[in-house]
Structures are given as C-alpha cells and as structure tokens.
C-alpha cells in the first residue's frame, strides 16, 4: 500500500472559519470534475454546507459525461472539468481543444441560453496564453464566455488530492530530480474553495470577467526544494512552454474579503521538519 506523507487530518487549515455565504436561492449546484483535485474539495464543501451537487465527472458511480451536460433544476454551475498539463498540451494539442475548448463552449452556451450563472476554471497561463495548447484553451474560454459567466484564473494549486506528478507532491515524497528557478504562486487547495464559495455568495451581475485565484506571493522554486532539504539538485532552465512567473494580481478578489490563509513556505516546513 502507497503510503503518503500527508493528508487532511493534520492539516491546521480550519475551513470552519470562513464565512460561507452562498444564498439561499443556490439550493442544487452542479460541479463539472468533481472528481478531480479541486472539484472533490470544492463538492465536499458544499455538500457539508447543505447544498445538493449535481456531480458530472467520469469518475462518479455511474459515469456521468460533460458532453451531455444538461441545467435542469440546476440554480449554479461550477465547471471545473479540464486538462490542465502543459506539457502534454504540447503532445497532445488536439485533445485539449476538443476536451478544453469545445466541451466548455458547450457548457457556457447551455448556462447562458439557461439564464443560469457559470464560474468556469481558466489558468493563470491566460497572461502568457502563446506558449502553450493549454493556455490557447484557457484564452479561448474566456473569448466564449457569455455575460454572467467567470473564469477562475488558478495558479499553482497545492493540497491533499494533487496529482503525483506536481511539484509539491513531489517535494514530500522524495521524488524531485532536478529544479527551475520558476517563480511559482503556491495556493492551497482550501484557499481556492474560499474563493469559489466567495465568488458563488455574490451578484454575478457585479462581479469581474475573471479573478486570479492565486496567493499574490511567488516562491523561487530551487528556494522551496532547499526549504524542504533538497540543497544539491541540479537547475534546469525547464520548458519553454512554461511562464517564467505566474505570480497573481489578486486585487480584485481582496476587494470582496477573500484572503489566502496558508503559506506553502509553511506548509513545506510541517510536512517536512519532525515535530
């Protein structure tokens, strides 16, 4: 049995204390991946707030496909379903239109003919968009998107559920071979949520295009590996198809009260340093 090094349970993050305003009128909200690293936190919230989560992801017993997505009964949409490598977008462009472009096309059209609000998940690779298939995508999505309909422009996403193969995961599991000196806006998983939940209590009528979800603090990459003890791995100049710094401008989701509650220099150091 695959033994992580961390999980929810000893995390000091308290959820509790967020003021989770949705209105009243939000009763069943659907979530596209909600299987996957953001969305299972996101659902997992609101089903403990009292809301119903109409889930569509393939992972879900039975399946339930975002080809066929369908809003009745539906008062909210959180779309969420996407590929998000980059580096695979370079292998592999065709797919990630089809599955990022034209699947989302899809949703935004369905919730704009449906009078129904839509926040949907772009990138902060949106500020550097040419570099890759994948941030084509997420340009794209916010060129299609309709009034009433937001993207959520993520940075680097940390937390319980994250894939194997990023970095932080990574970090904690003995797994780096080499770093970059990326500057990188680390977000807690928890921290997103807020945001989303933030977003979800509000006048979509009021609110911006699209928000940077991201800490506004950027980590040197090499400096986080040699937090974490990692003190003699090579550097490498990485990708091409990789932004230099995705840093966020998160003014406009302070203005609404949000603010990130981890910092991953400290959560590096929990996870890593005995105690």
């Given at each position: 049995?695959?033994?992580?090094?961390?999980?929810?349970?000893?995390?000091?993050?308290?959820?509790?204390?967020?003021?989770?305003?949705?209105?009243?009128?939000?009763?069943?909200?659907?979530?596209?991946?909600?299987?996957?690293?953001?969305?299972?936190?996101?659902?997992?919230?609101?089903?403990?707030?009292?809301?119903?989560?109409?889930?569509?992801?393939?992972?879900?017993?039975?399946?339930?496909?975002?080809?066929?997505?369908?809003?009745?009964?539906?008062?909210?949409?959180?779309?969420?379903?996407?590929?998000?490598?980059?580096?695979?977008?370079?292998?592999?462009?065709?797919?990630?239109?089809?599955?990022?472009?034209?699947?989302?096309?899809?949703?935004?059209?369905?919730?704009?003919?449906?009078?129904?609000?839509?926040?949907?998940?772009?990138?902060?690779?949106?500020?550097?968009?040419?570099?890759?298939?994948?941030?084509?995508?997420?340009?794209?999505?916010?060129i299609t998107a309709h009034k009433e309909q937001v993207a959520l422009r993520f940075?680097?996403?940390?937390?319980?559920?994250?894939?194997?193969?990023?970095?932080?995961?990574?970090?904690?599991?003995?797994?780096?071979?080499?770093?970059?000196?990326?500057?990188?806006?680390?977000?807690?998983?928890?921290?997103?949520?807020?945001?989303?939940?933030?977003?979800?209590?509000?006048?979509?009528?009021?609110?911006?295009?699209?928000?940077?979800?991201?800490?506004?603090?950027?980590?040197?990459?090499?400096?986080?590996?040699?937090?974490?003890?990692?003190?003699?791995?090579?550097?490498?100049?990485?990708?091409?198809?990789?932004?230099?710094?995705?840093?966020?401008?998160?003014?406009?989701?302070?203005?609404?009260?949000?603010?990130?509650?981890?910092?991953?220099?400290?959560?590096?150091?929990?996870k890593t340093i005995p105690h």
């Amino acid at each position: 049995m695959k033994k992580y090094l961390y999980d929810s349970t000893d995390l000091w993050y308290n959820s509790s204390s967020t003021e989770e305003i949705i209105m009243d009128d939000k009763k069943n909200i659907a979530v596209t991946g909600s299987c996957g690293f953001i969305g299972k936190h996101l659902t997992d919230r609101l089903i403990e707030s009292g809301k119903n989560v109409i889930e569509w992801d393939l992972r879900t017993e039975p399946p339930t496909d975002v080809s066929h997505f369908k809003t009745y009964n539906i008062d909210y949409v959180v779309h969420l379903a996407a590929y998000a490598n980059v580096r695979q977008s370079i292998k592999d462009p065709e797919k990630y239109w089809k599955n990022n472009v034209e699947l989302t096309k899809n949703i935004q059209d369905i919730c704009y003919h449906s009078h129904i609000p839509l926040l949907y998940a772009s990138s902060s690779c949106i500020h550097n968009w040419w570099l890759s298939p994948y941030g084509t995508t997420k340009k794209v999505n916010e060129i299609t998107a309709h009034k009433e309909q937001v993207a959520l422009r993520f940075t680097t996403v940390y937390g319980e559920g994250a894939r194997d193969n990023m970095f932080i995961p990574k970090l904690l599991n003995h797994e780096v071979k080499y770093v970059t000196n990326h500057v990188r806006d680390f977000i807690y998983v928890g921290d997103v949520v807020d945001a989303i939940i933030l977003l979800m209590s509000k006048d979509i009528r009021l609110l911006q295009s699209s928000y940077d979800i991201g800490t506004g603090i950027g980590n040197t990459v090499s400096e986080l590996a040699a937090l974490a003890g990692y003190t003699d791995l090579p550097i490498k100049d990485g990708e091409s198809c990789e932004a230099i710094d995705n840093t966020a401008d998160n003014s406009e989701l302070r203005s609404l009260g949000w603010e990130p509650k981890i910092n991953v220099q400290d959560y590096i150091i929990k996870k890593t340093i005995p105690h």
